[in-house]
């Protein structure tokens, strides 16, 4: 049971097994997530986030283990941190929501340093999802830019 939760988890719902873009279809769990997250007051957001965080540091390392690849494609849980990272404290719009998509993946997939650095130099959970942070917090400083233009 704990094992199967685990890769569920660390798969988001299966989102993971996508055969092409698996990171891409992972970051999809986040904008049901943002949805419900914008609903909620900034200190219960705070204490999901930092919940999902310690978790997937859990789940990216065990997952890693039973794929037998640290940061294997199928791990996706990472996506949905990074992601959250990125709309953390804003409004639910679709605007938002497809732009976050968009620039999160943008610099999930450039990786800037220090993203970079977690990525190549910490082979373990935290390094599989401390990048995804990181492309999150540069996108998440993009997205507000962007948004405060568009309005």
């Not at 957001?45 to 310690?54: D, G, P, Q, R």
């Not at 283990?65 to 294997?72: C, I, K, M, N, Q």
């Not at 709309?87 to 679709?94: A, G, I």
Request: charged letters at 15%.
């Amino acid at each position: 049971m704990y094992h199967a939760l685990m890769l569920a988890l660390a798969t988001n719902g299966g989102l993971g097994y996508a055969r092409k873009a698996p990171g891409t279809f992972g970051t999809l769990a986040g904008i049901p997530a943002f949805y419900l997250l914008a609903r909620t007051s900034p200190a219960i957001s705070v204490a999901f986030w930092l919940l999902i965080l310690l978790l997937s540091f859990h789940c990216a390392d065990y997952a890693g283990r039973h794929f037998g690849v640290v940061d294997d494609g199928r791990i996706v849980i990472d996506e949905l941190i990074g992601y959250l990272t990125t709309v953390l404290f804003l409004p639910f719009s679709w605007q938002a929501a497809m732009l976050g998509f968009l620039l999160f993946r943008f610099f999930d997939i450039v990786k800037i340093f220090p993203a970079s650095w977690f990525d190549q130099k910490l082979k373990n959970g935290y390094g599989v999802v401390l990048d995804d942070v990181f492309a999150g917090i540069y996108a998440a400083l993009v997205l507000r830019v962007l948004l405060k233009l568009l309005h």
